[in-house]
């Protein structure tokens, strides 16, 4: 009996959320879409746009990089008080970037007049997936790291079976036997000592490799989103502020992601092409908005929601990544307790000038 009750209100219930993501566009008066509307000239901004935006990402992700090279050893050993700084203003504008920026885009997207009450707006859907996406990056985050650290481990053990088989060559043709000894002994010694700092610095370096690349998931994600929404726009006086704003906004990301991936220290190519694929992000986004702008309508139901939902997943990441990855585990750890003062001072406010100087472009995109 109770069968025949839930089916016809479930089949109702499915109807409703149908209706509710549809591809029919919203009334262009009640979201202001005719507004400053021309084609022509919204196109050559936008051809602007790729250019700028793709020198601004660029340069932002190289300029770590390229640092990396310069501060050498100093890099690899995590010191420096330039690096340091570099690294809290990075960690600021993701953070900034994941609660101003993604979280406020997908509020907007799920409240938007053109879904309807039920489900959408009586439901906090942006909280919600951030939250769960924060979650599955805590897993992922955990699996990653666990990965790369057995690869690590059996990388060391085959280099040390490598070694000792080498060694034991070499005294067998040595045929001395004090002096052998004598070289054994100390052979060994130092491949114990570096076995040794392997396991320090290795778990550290596997971690840094999934940070980058989880950071660089949530970046680009958002990305494409914004690129996207300009390429499709009509309307150049939307476009000619966020020109600037976003050039802006890719640069700041861009430096936060290139800090991380000179940390992960991953080879040339990896590095690369983590690098170029950031870069041209934003910009293949807005070339795809400008083939789809004849049929793809931004303030569609549809893409409201599957817009809400990919910002409200980008917003998870980077907040998890902000606070749990970068902040505390530079901020309450060990090296910065026992830093100078100044330094510590130092840190601190190049966090909060890196998430007041990105939360400020929220007034112009």
Same mark, same amino acid.
């Given at each position: 009996?109770?069968?025949?009750?839930?089916?016809?209100?479930?089949?109702?219930?499915?109807?409703?959320?149908?209706?509710?993501?549809?591809?029919?566009?919203?009334?262009?008066?009640?979201?202001?879409?005719?507004?400053?509307?021309?084609?022509?000239?919204?196109?050559?901004?936008?051809?602007?746009?790729?250019?700028?935006?793709?020198?601004?990402?660029?340069?932002?992700?190289?300029?770590?990089?390229?640092?990396?090279?310069?501060?050498?050893?100093?890099?690899?050993?995590?010191?420096?008080?330039?690096?340091? /700084?570099?690294?809290?203003?990075? &960690? #600021?504008?993701?953070?900034?970037? =994941?609660? %101003? *920026?993604?979280? $406020?885009?997908?509020?907007?997207?799920?409240?938007?007049?053109?879904?309807?009450?039920?489900?959408?707006?009586?439901?906090?859907?942006?909280?919600?997936?951030?939250?769960?996406?924060?979650?599955?990056?805590?897993?992922?985050?955990?699996?990653?790291?666990?990965?790369?650290?057995?690869?690590?481990?059996?990388?060391?053990?085959?280099?040390?079976?490598?070694?000792?088989?080498?060694?034991?060559?070499?005294? /067998?043709?040595?045929?001395?036997? &004090? #002096?052998?000894?004598?070289?054994? =002994?100390? %052979? *060994?010694?130092? $491949?114990?000592?570096?076995?040794?700092?392997?396991?320090?610095?290795?778990?550290?370096?596997?971690?840094?490799?999934?940070?980058?690349?989880?950071?660089?998931?949530?970046?680009?994600?958002?990305?494409?989103?914004?690129?996207?929404?300009?390429?499709?726009?009509?309307?150049?006086?939307?476009?000619?502020?966020?020109?600037?704003?976003?050039s802006f906004h890719q640069f700041f990301e861009g430096f936060a992601l290139g800090d991380c991936i000179s940390q992960a220290r991953l080879k040339g190519l990896s590095t690369l092409l983590m690098a170029f694929?950031?870069?041209?992000?934003?910009?293949?986004?807005i070339a795809v908005g400008v083939a789809m702008a004849s049929f793809y309508d931004p303030y569609s139901p549809r893409a409201l929601v599957v817009e809400g939902i990919l910002d409200s997943m980008s917003a998870g990441i980077l907040i998890y990544m902000a606070l749990v990855d970068l902040i505390a585990a530079d901020f309450l750890g060990q090296r910065m307790s026992s830093s100078p003062a100044r330094l510590q001072a130092?840190?601190?406010?190049?966090?909060?000038?890196?998430?007041?100087?990105?939360?400020?472009?929220?007034?112009?995109?």
């Amino acid at each position: 009996m109770e069968r025949y009750v839930v089916a016809p209100y479930l089949r109702a219930y499915l109807h409703r959320f149908a209706a509710s993501v549809s591809a029919a566009s919203c009334d262009a008066g009640e979201v202001g879409g005719d507004v400053c509307r021309n084609e022509e000239a919204a196109l050559r901004l936008k051809m602007v746009a790729v250019a700028a935006i793709l020198v601004a990402g660029a340069a932002g992700v190289a300029i770590p990089l390229v640092g990396r090279r310069w501060r050498g050893g100093v890099a690899a050993g995590g010191g420096g008080y330039t690096f340091v /700084l570099a690294k809290a203003f990075a &960690a #600021g504008v993701i953070l900034a970037t =994941g609660f %101003v *920026h993604m979280m $406020h885009d997908a509020e907007e997207k799920f409240q938007d007049p053109c879904l309807q009450d039920s489900p959408w707006r009586r439901f906090p859907f942006a909280g919600s997936i951030a939250m769960l996406a924060s979650l599955v990056t805590l897993v992922v985050d955990f699996l990653g790291t666990q990965f790369y650290e057995r690869k690590q481990r059996e990388a060391a053990a085959a280099a040390a079976t490598s070694a000792q088989d080498e060694t034991a060559a070499a005294l /067998l043709e040595d045929g001395r036997n &004090a #002096g052998g000894a004598k070289r054994e =002994g100390a %052979v *060994h010694h130092g $491949h114990g000592h570096g076995h040794g700092n392997e396991n320090e610095a290795g778990p550290s370096q596997g971690r840094q490799v999934v940070v980058s690349q989880i950071l660089e998931l949530g970046i680009v994600s958002h990305s494409v989103i914004i690129g996207l929404s300009l390429g499709v726009s009509q309307s150049p006086c939307t476009i000619k502020p966020l020109v600037a704003a976003l050039s802006f906004h890719q640069f700041f990301e861009g430096f936060a992601l290139g800090d991380c991936i000179s940390q992960a220290r991953l080879k040339g190519l990896s590095t690369l092409l983590m690098a170029f694929f950031f870069a041209i992000t934003a910009p293949t986004g807005i070339a795809v908005g400008v083939a789809m702008a004849s049929f793809y309508d931004p303030y569609s139901p549809r893409a409201l929601v599957v817009e809400g939902i990919l910002d409200s997943m980008s917003a998870g990441i980077l907040i998890y990544m902000a606070l749990v990855d970068l902040i505390a585990a530079d901020f309450l750890g060990q090296r910065m307790s026992s830093s100078p003062a100044r330094l510590q001072a130092g840190a601190y406010i190049a966090l909060f000038f890196g998430a007041i100087a990105m939360a400020s472009l929220a007034i112009w995109t």
